[in-house]
């Protein structure tokens, strides 16, 4: 607590590497907060749907300061969970780990312990037999999107080994930690314990982590009050991010960057029009006969029983949708958000497809034959149909840029 304000709870349940087990009920987790209370490092205080563990200085009656530190945190966690996607697709593209690994969502449990996200290798030195039976090396990834300390990697050791991998268990984990930069410290304590260490600046280059950090200065915008000191204009960050997407053109993960951009770009006109717990890349599960899996919401919200859903896609100006993307998204995905936030929770469902691309009257006719549910208002948007709201008409400059990358 000495280097924040505030932190929220999952990175406490991190840093304290408390086991998460159903059969402890959470009731080691609750242990840890009172010894945090009592030894007086700071409170744990609600603010709004969300918890936070914030400085004895705070109380529930500053409310203003609370929920200025909570979009914070919000918007790092937003922004985390970008570079996590990055990172994964990175590896997938390597065969580092599988390529049927899903898309990151929120933070998940593996031996009762909380990783940013879990994936397997099949790399030869990394794997190990049962007999004939090859098993593949779990693949444990911690991201920040900040610099990471030598405490973010003493709390993530001590969850690999709490998680299984320490001297009498035959199991082995690959432990990844990713960060915007990594203290000395942080650095030579992870190569020691045999961790990955990642520098997103060194991987993914210097331009592309400014762009991404003017993202998350953008989400706080929309958070911030008109009448705040130090609140930034949206339409000067949206100006901002347009110069750092320019400059992505020679950058080997531009498409990856500029879906990205699309998606911050999405959560942002969703939030302006005041829809409520706007988040991207939410995760629910999806079956067939063949396989239990995920679908990925790129944006989603609501406003009490209407909800809002987007898949973006970050396309050239010339390039048309495809078919099988739109059935995949209508056909797949929102039935499995629908299953997932359950019937009674929703009278409406607004579920579209926002495209830097273009939109042909094939594809428009494609959806209107699909038989979807009957709450689901479906459409396909094209960057010029998109309505953005007046005090961040700015950001339609993201969308032009997108489809010229």
Not at 21 to 45: M, R
Not at 99 to 108: C, L
Not at 229 to 238: E, S
Not at 348 to 366: D, F, L, Q, R
Request: glycine fraction near 4%; hydrophobic fraction near 40%.
């Amino acid at each position: 607590m000495k280097k924040f304000e505030a932190i929220d709870c999952n990175t406490v349940k991190k840093l304290t590497a408390v086991k998460l087990d159903k059969k402890s009920g959470g009731e080691k987790y609750t242990n840890e907060i009172s010894a945090i209370s009592e030894i007086s490092i700071g409170n744990v205080l609600s603010v709004g749907a969300h918890s936070i563990l914030a400085r004895l200085k705070y109380s529930v009656s500053d409310v203003e300061a609370l929920i200025k530190l909570s979009n914070e945190l919000e918007a790092d966690s937003e922004i985390a969970r970008q570079f996590l996607s990055l990172l994964i697709k990175h590896y997938r593209q390597q065969s580092i780990i599988a390529w049927n690994t899903p898309e990151p969502g929120d933070d998940i449990l593996f031996n009762g312990q909380l990783f940013s996200a879990v994936a397997y290798t099949h790399l030869r030195p990394l794997v190990r037999y049962q007999g004939t039976k090859r098993i593949a090396c779990p693949v444990l990834f911690e991201v920040l999107a900040r610099s990471a300390e030598s405490f973010d990697v003493e709390g993530f050791i001590e969850r690999l080994r709490r998680a299984g991998d320490h001297t009498r268990s035959k199991l082995r984990l690959l432990g990844v930690m990713g960060a915007t930069s990594l203290s000395p410290d942080a650095l030579k304590l992870g190569k020691n314990h045999g961790l990955v260490m990642v520098n997103f600046r060194e991987l993914f280059g210097e331009t592309a982590v400014k762009m991404i950090q003017q993202a998350r200065e953008l989400l706080l915008s929309l958070s911030a009050r008109r009448d705040e000191a130090n609140a930034q204009d949206p339409n000067a960050l949206a100006d901002q991010m347009v110069t750092s997407i320019s400059s992505l053109k020679s950058n080997p993960m531009v498409n990856e960057l500029c879906g990205m951009a699309l998606e911050i770009f999405t959560v942002a006109v969703l939030r302006s029009r005041n829809y409520e717990d706007v988040k991207a890349r939410l995760t629910v599960p999806f079956s067939t006969n063949r396989e239990n899996t995920v679908r990925e919401i790129d944006a989603s919200g609501h406003n009490d029983d209407v909800h809002y859903i987007v898949e973006c896609k970050a396309l050239k100006a010339d390039k048309e949708l495809k078919l099988d993307q739109i059935k995949k998204f209508f056909c797949e995905t929102v039935p499995s958000y629908l299953k997932f936030i359950g019937k009674a929770e929703i009278s409406k469902c607004h579920a579209e497809i926002w495209t830097t691309g273009k939109v042909t009257p094939e594809a428009s006719a494609y959806l209107n034959s699909l038989n979807l549910d009957r709450r689901v208002k479906r459409g396909i948007l094209a960057r010029q149909d998109i309505k953005i709201p007046k005090n961040i008409a700015s950001l339609s400059r993201i969308l032009e840029v997108i489809a010229d990358c």
